[in-house]
Structures are given as structure tokens and as C-alpha cells.
């Protein structure tokens, strides 16, 4: 989910995605808490957070409940599709995927309720430690459109700070942490087709392997949380967008700085990480680590250093209908939202992730488009009125998606919006990207806000965050500024031009709610229809499994080599009959291990498939045999300790009268040295 590639479909595992809760309950009042969900995913979702909010409510009543429950994806495009409840991000998964959906309501709920269990009284604070070299501004051109004078007022066109939140227990030692950075998960790119958590992921890994080594990933005491932030124009391919169009005479070069095209396409344009003349994995690890070693740092301060947070826990949520919200501006001019539209460069896609066809970002003209497309545009969506063109204006509008309800909506009219209060640390929990400068701008008005209302005494005391995407999915928020040019993130504003004006004006109203004295919950327009009883599925699902004639589930087909001693640095990989994977997805548990021989002669499984040195692949060899084959790899570590190992490979095959039955493969022993 994210590069929005049909060709891009899952063939098995980099490292599993994972959720990981953090609850804060006021002493005075344990009712009035919050629940900040960290999830692997590209993005929250209405309709996953719907059906997680009723399963913590039914059993837990009077505790979680849709005002106090934030779903914020760390926005991994390498991450699972088929998940989201409208139907536009579903397409090019071939619509809903119910595994998909079960699975992570099943492991966010899970990552709940231990935390519920775990609860302790404790202490917070908060420091902020600067990243430099951990992501980029993929749309300078855009930022540049902003006012001089409010640019320079910052020292970069990125945020580079992130503020980590560490959570202390009675006896001061650190229980766990949450950190703001923001960084598209980007790192994977579209032609990887293995899940994983991309850099926020392998962060957390980094981070929580450091804690407790000796412990599974997934299974460690200490939970490391690196959430989004303002996502909307970064990237972490820091080392910039060039030209990959070999036997052209522009093969090589910076893509150009307004289009970000190449020959004036935008196919060849590439963002390169800092692994680049290795692999994106390799990328992928460089910004984990960059994002793992700020956190570090802040968490190996002196406690002293850090800001204490006291004061109430209040949470403040409403719906909110963006199709036409009407406001005034501090100038006193009324404005409004649009019923959602995507504009021509939305289809130009990213440096992260380039479009296809003529599709190009920064183009807001209407005499320029291909006829072909102009005609296409108006069979998938409705062709816009003339109110809905000028609303959006100066988008050209390619998807008319407000309008599109047919079999179901394409795109969120209502969103979700939240605030979270936890003393003098205020979480905006936001819908969508939101740009570099676009939130600043909120942060600064709700900072604003806080103070003008009495509700916090002085500015400089509240520590502002923003975390998103969140609980719904719509799409990106950019400055009016940014808007205007539209690249990719004002082509993909999905609600005009005063969409950031429009969520600073809601969440303002939303700041009152947030005061120690608060009981009433804030008004709110009706919650959005759901969509799932509609949704449609082309994924086909398991017919049977077979082995091949002669063989058995879990043979090994390939095994390790022979006799000759492994090193550091050296693959390993062995190849087994397998059996579809989506038989038995094995939440919390693995496809795979890496067993190490101890005293005794008994074996000690020291890798899973969470681990960013192994890797689980699945092909099926054919769909009407049922046959299929795994391959596990695995990359010996630095400080990979001696001895006599053995891969081994866990799996579950469906009959064809439907009964799934498991099995397992291992290979022959093979010597580390």
C-alpha cells in the first residue's frame, strides 16, 4: 500500500509489520486516558479504527471509546494493501482484502490490551533531539512558493527535529518511548515486493534489539515508538532526485527542479537513498539507524535535561464533514472546503515514486493534458460542475472522487479529527500528510490557541506534536502557497485550497475541550457511513495446496552448501515445498527460524521473520497444480556467534476439501565460523 502499483504485489516478508500502544491515565482520574496506536501501516483507516474502537469498547466499557483512541500509521509503503475502507487507495490492490483487515485489528488490539495490562504509575517528559541527515524536502520548489519572510524564519525546508516522549517508570528507570520525525517510509521502493515496517519499522527494531537482544522481535518488555509527523513533503532518499534514462543525454542528472521529470517524463526520475550504490535495503537500514541513533541520544540524557509533563489527560474528537465546511478567515472573509478531487499531478506521482503515462507534477494548466486521458477522466469519475471547478481551482481536476459513490464512496467526505492533551504535551492528530511549512502554521495556531483560551499559561511551556496519518485517510494538506503550483502534494490536497485553513479553524474550536475543567464532549458533525458491507474483493482466494509428485510440504528443494564453514556477511538460503502463506498469516509467531545448537544438543531459535537479516519469499510454481515453493534467506551478522545452525521453514497447506493442515521443513546443519 502506497506506490499505488498493480504490478507490486506481495511475494513474502523483510520484517513483519507491527502495532505498538502507549496509554497515559490521569491519577486524578483514570477514565480520562489515551491510547496512541503505532502501527506499521501506510495510514490510519475509518473503518480498521471503527472495528478497533468497538473491540476495546466491548471490553473494556467506559475506558476506550472513539474520543480517546488514535490510529497513526508510520506510513511504510512496503506494507500490506487492500485494507483501507474507500475504494480509491483499494483499487490497485484488487479491492478489500479481509485477511488484511482482520490481521491488523487482531495485533492492534493485541498491542491494547497489553498495554491496558501493563499499566503502572510512572512519569513522563519530553526533549527534542535534531536529525540532520534523516530525510529531505522531495518538493522544494513547492516550499519556495511560500512567503520569504515566514521562510526565513526557519533554518530548514524540513523539519529536523523529532521530540521523543519517554515514559519512566516509579523507580525512574525508561519503560519505553514515543518519537516524532518525520520521514515518508519510502525507503523500500516500488519494485520491492516484500512486507516490511521501511525505516520507521527498522527503527524500532534497531531500538528495541538494543534494549533486550537476547529477546524475539515482538516479544521485548521495552517499546520503541517512532511515529509520523509531517510527512506531507518529505523524503528519505537524501541523496536527491536524479535521472535514470540510460543511452539519454540526460542520463545521470538532477531531475529538473519545477516537474521533477527527465526528458520531460517522470518515469526515469528517482530519488537515491543513502544506500543507493548498494540497495534500498540497505537505504532502508541507513535511515533507521538515523531516526534509532537521535532517539538514543535523547534517551541516554541526563534526566534533568528533559521537560518534565504534568497536568490532566483530556482528549478531544469530532467528525468532521470536509465536503463543505464553511469558516472565516482572521481576515473576516468566509471560505469553504470542496467535495474531494484529485488534480493531474496526483498521477505524476512522486520522486519517491514516479507516475506513469504524461503525467507530470507542477502543471495547473488545462491546454497541455492528453485528450486521451480528458476522455478516460470523465468514464471513471464524474465529470466536475462548474462549482467543483472552481472550488478546487487552480487544480485541474483528473478524479471528480467527491462525487464518485458508485459501488461504493471513493473518498472520505467526512474525516476524523483529535486532539490529545497529556498536561503540558498536546498531540494534533491529523487525516492526512500534512506538509513541512502547512504544519507549522497549525502547530503555531493551536500553540496560539492553548494560551489564548487560559488553558495553558505561556507557549513556551507546551510541546506541540503532530502525528498522522491518522484514523482516516485523507490524503495530503499543503500551504494555499504550495497549493497553487500543485505538485504532487496540491494536486492530492483533496479539498481545495483551504484545507489547511479549514483543519486549523476545526481543531481550534476542538481546544477548549481540552481544559482540566471540560465535560462535555465537543460538537460534532454525523460519523461517516460504513463502507466495508459494500466493499469488493478480486483477490482470488486459496484453492488447495499440493506438493509436487514425489515430494512432501516442507521437503527442502535447494538445501544449505555442504561442508565448507560460513562467515560473517555470507547468505545462507535453503528452498522448501511450500504452501500459500495466506493460509495461516502466523500473527505473532514466524514462517521461519534460524536454530543455533547448544549444550545438550538442543536447539535455540535465535532469527525469525522479523529479523532484517532474514528474509521469507513464497512463489507459486503453478495455480492449477497448487504447487509452490519457499525460499528462506538469511545474512550472517557481524558478532554472529559460532557454531552449528540450521534454517528451518514453518508452513500450512490447504486441502482441497478446505482442512489447513501445518508442517514444517528444515535443512541440514551447517557451521558458522
Known amino acids: 500500500m502506497g506506490y499505488a502499483d498493480m504490478a507490486q504485489k506481495d511475494t513474502g516478508l523483510h520484517m513483519r509489520q507491527r502495532s505498538r500502544a502507549f496509554i497515559v491515565a490521569d491519577t486524578t482520574d483514570e477514565t480520562n486516558r489515551v491510547v496512541v496506536i503505532n502501527a506499521d501501516i501506510a495510514m490510519g483507516d475509518t473503518g480498521i479504527r471503527r472495528s478497533i474502537v468497538a473491540e476495546l469498547s466491548a471490553q473494556y466499557p467506559g475506558l476506550y471509546h472513539d474520543g480517546n483512541v488514535a490510529l497513526i500509521g508510520t506510513h511504510s509503503h512496503a506494507g500490506v494493501g487492500g485494507y483501507l475502507e474507500n475504494l480509491l487507495p483499494q483499487v490497485t490492490a484488487l479491492g478489500y482484502v479481509n485477511e488484511t483487515a482482520r490481521a491488523i485489528v487482531e495485533g492492534t488490539v493485541r498491542a491494547v490490551q497489553r498495554a491496558h495490562e501493563s499499566l503502572a504509575l510512572g512519569t513522563l517528559s519530553v526533549g527534542v533531539e535534531r536529525v540532520l541527515d534523516g530525510n529531505i524536502n522531495r518538493s522544494p520548489s513547492a516550499y519556495l512558493q511560500n512567503p520569504a519572510e515566514e521562510r526565513a524564519m526557519y533554518e530548514f525546508d524540513q523539519d529536523k527535529d523529532m521530540t521523543v516522549v519517554r515514559f519512566s517508570g516509579a523507580d525512574g528507570e525508561a519503560k519505553a518511548f514515543m518519537s516524532f520525525y518525520a520521514v515518508h517510509g519510502t525507503s523500500l521502493y516500488g519494485n520491492n515486493?516484500?512486507?516490511?515496517?521501511?525505516?520507521?519499522?527498522?527503527?524500532?527494531?534497531?531500538?528495541?534489539?538494543?534494549?533486550?537482544?537476547?529477546?524475539?522481535?515482538?516479544?521485548?518488555?521495552?517499546?520503541?515508538?517512532?511515529?509520523?509527523?509531517?510527512?506531507?513533503?518529505?523524503?528519505?532518499?537524501?541523496?536527491?532526485?536524479?535521472?535514470?534514462?540510460?543511452?539519454?543525454?540526460?542520463?545521470?542528472?538532477?531531475?529538473?527542479?519545477?516537474?521533477?521529470?527527465?526528458?520531460?517524463?517522470?518515469?526515469?526520475?528517482?530519488?537515491?537513498?543513502?544506500?543507493?550504490?548498494?540497495?534500498?535495503?540497505?537505504?532502508?537500514?541507513?535511515?533507521?539507524?538515523?531516526?534509532?541513533?537521535?532517539?538514543?541520544a535523547l534517551m541516554?540524557?541526563?534526566?534533568?535535561?528533559?521537560?518534565?509533563?504534568?497536568?490532566?489527560?483530556?482528549?478531544?474528537?469530532?467528525?468532521?464533514?470536509?465536503?463543505?465546511?464553511?469558516?472565516?478567515?482572521?481576515?473576516?472573509?468566509?471560505?469553504?472546503?470542496?467535495?474531494?478531487?484529485?488534480?493531474?499531478?496526483?498521477?505524476?506521482?512522486?520522486?519517491?515514486?514516479?507516475?506513469?503515462?504524461?503525467?507530470?507534477?507542477?502543471?495547473?494548466?488545462?491546454?497541455?493534458?492528453?485528450?486521451?486521458?480528458?476522455?478516460?477522466?470523465?468514464?471513471?469519475?464524474?465529470?466536475?460542475?462548474?462549482?467543483?471547478?472552481?472550488?478546487?481551482?487552480?487544480?485541474?481536476?483528473?478524479?471528480?472522487?467527491?462525487?464518485?459513490?458508485?459501488?461504493?464512496?471513493?473518498?472520505?467526505?467526512?474525516?476524523?479529527?483529535?486532539?490529545?492533551?497529556?498536561?503540558?504535551?498536546?498531540?494534533?492528530?491529523?487525516?492526512?500528510?500534512?506538509?513541512?511549512?502547512?504544519?507549522?502554521?497549525?502547530?503555531?495556531?493551536?500553540?496560539?490557541?492553548l494560551t489564548s483560551s487560559g488553558i495553558l499559561e505561556t507557549e513556551e511551556e507546551v510541546t506541540i506534536v503532530i502525528a498522522g496519518p491518522a484514523n482516516t485517510y485523507a490524503h495530503y494538506v499543503t500551504t494555499r502557497e504550495e497549493y497553487s503550483v500543485q505538485r504532487y502534494e496540491g494536486a492530492s490536497t483533496l479539498y481545495g485550497p483551504f484545507t489547511l485553513e479549514a483543519y486549523i479553524d476545526a481543531y481550534t474550536r476542538l481546544v477548549p475541550y481540552l481544559s482540566a475543567n471540560a465535560e462535555e464532549a465537543p460538537p460534532s458533525d454525523d460519523a461517516p457511513p460504513e463502507q466495508i458491507s459494500k466493499a469488493i474483493s478480486l483477490q482470488t482466494g486459496v484453492i488447495f495446496d499440493a506438493p509436487p509428485f514425489g515430494r512432501q510440504f516442507g521437503s527442502v528443494l535447494r538445501d544449505v552448501i555442504g561442508d565448507d564453514p560460513y562467515t560473517t556477511n555470507q547468505?545462507?538460503?535453503?528452498?522448501?515445498?511450500?504452501?500459500?502463506?495466506?493460509?495461516?498469516?502466523?500473527?505473532?509467531?514466524?514462517?521461519?527460524?534460524?536454530?543455533?545448537?547448544?549444550?545438550?544438543?538442543?536447539?535455540t531459535t535465535v532469527r525469525s521473520d522479523s529479523h532484517p537479516s532474514t528474509t521469507f519469499e513464497w512463489e507459486r510454481v503453478s495455480k492449477y497444480l497448487g504447487t509452490s515453493r519457499v525460499t528462506v534467506n538469511w545474512t550472517i551478522e557481524e558478532g554472529t556467534a559460532g557454531g552449528t545452525y540450521r534454517l528451518r521453514y514453518f508452513g500450512d497447506a490447504k486441502s482441497v476439501t478446505g482442512a489447513i493442515t501445518p508442517f514444517e521443513g528444515r535443512t541440514s546443519a551447517f557451521t558458522v565460523v
Open 193 to 296: 515486493t516484500l512486507v516490511s515496517g521501511d525505516n520507521k519499522g527498522m527503527a524500532a527494531f534497531l531500538y528495541e534489539n538494543m534494549v533486550e537482544p537476547d529477546s524475539m522481535p515482538g516479544d521485548t518488555s521495552f517499546v520503541a515508538g517512532f511515529l509520523q509527523s509531517t510527512v506531507g513533503d518529505t523524503s528519505p532518499n537524501t541523496l536527491g532526485a536524479f535521472c535514470e534514462s540510460p543511452g539519454k543525454p540526460w542520463h545521470g542528472e538532477a531531475c529538473d527542479f519545477e516537474t521533477s521529470t527527465c526528458g520531460n517524463a517522470t518515469q526515469d526520475c528517482h530519488g537515491r537513498g543513502p544506500g543507493f550504490h548498494i540497495s534500498d535495503f540497505e537505504s532502508n537500514r541507513i535511515i533507521g539507524e538515523r531516526q534509532f541513533r537521535g532517539a538514543k
Open 300 to 449: 541516554e540524557r541526563d534526566a534533568s535535561s528533559l521537560l518534565p509533563v504534568s497536568g490532566p489527560v483530556r482528549s478531544a474528537h469530532a467528525y468532521l464533514n470536509m465536503s463543505d465546511h464553511q469558516f472565516d478567515l482572521p481576515n473576516g472573509t468566509t471560505v469553504r472546503t470542496c467535495p474531494p478531487a484529485l488534480g493531474f499531478s496526483f498521477a505524476g506521482g512522486t520522486t519517491d515514486g514516479p507516475g506513469a503515462f504524461d503525467f507530470v507534477q507542477g502543471d495547473n494548466s488545462t491546454d497541455s493534458h492528453n485528450p486521451f486521458w480528458e476522455l478516460v477522466k470523465r468514464y471513471v469519475t464524474p465529470k466536475p460542475s462548474q462549482e467543483q471547478i472552481d472550488c478546487q481551482s487552480p487544480k485541474p481536476i483528473l478524479l471528480n472522487s467527491g462525487y464518485a459513490h458508485q459501488p461504493y464512496e471513493w473518498s472520505p467526505s467526512t474525516v476524523n479529527i483529535q486532539i490529545f492533551r497529556i498536561g503540558n504535551l498536546v498531540i494534533l492528530v491529523v487525516p492526512g500528510e500534512f506538509t513541512t511549512m502547512a504544519g507549522r502554521r497549525m502547530r503555531n495556531a493551536i500553540r496560539a490557541s
Open 571 to 603: 547468505l545462507v538460503s535453503a528452498q522448501f515445498v511450500g504452501a500459500n502463506p495466506r493460509n495461516n498469516l502466523r500473527l505473532e509467531g514466524t514462517f521461519l527460524s534460524v536454530d543455533r545448537l547448544g549444550p545438550g544438543d538442543e536447539w
